[in-house]
């Protein structure tokens, strides 16, 4: 399996999950509440939901670029700027999805082979702290964006549970429903 073919997909699945994920956090609750879920957070020392949306979006757009050897755009330092400040600045939920979108949108643009490489490059992952990790594209991509990734969208997913949003198992795995066989549904 290339990377375009593990990545691509599963950003824009678990994407579209949150975004379905913060449209039901919306019909639960007036916009006032709805809006001030985004400054919730699972404990004292960890970024709030408003922070979460915006990082699992950084990290798959990361990955595009990086994968790709460019350099990051503008645009991608001011979403993790947005992020680190997003416990004062929170912003809005339309902010929110709108941020989703232009990580879907910069998703379906990929042709199907754009983030294959050689799995054993060599690839410098720097930190905001200035810690180096010396990865290769696989371990990039299999232990680094993956799981962070899904770190943030599991975070985001367990604050909206937390607070009270209508969220189950069905709400994590839209994607999955056009491969359930139709004998198998059960009728109750």
Known sequence: MSFTQLLVPTYTQMLKA?????????????EAEANALLSARLAPDMFPLSTQIRFACVQAQEAVFRLQGETFPAAL?????EGRNA?????????????IEETLAL??????????????????????????FDLTAEQYAR????????????????ILRSEGVELGKADYIPHMFPYIRADTIPKS
């Open 77 to 81: 330092g001011e979403l993790v700027d």
């Open 143 to 158: 232990d680094w964006t993956l799981g962070q990734f899904y770190f943030h969208l599991m975070t985001a997913y367990a």
């Open 18 to 30: 949150l975004a379905g994920w913060l449209e039901k956090a919306q019909d639960q609750f007036p």
């Open 87 to 99: 416990g004062e600045q929170p912003g809005s939920f339309s902010d929110a999805k709108a941020r």
């Open 107 to 132: 998703l379906e643009k990929l042709s199907p082979d754009t983030l294959d490489r050689d799995p054993g490059e060599a690839i410098a992952h720097e930190l905001p702290n200035g810690m180096v």
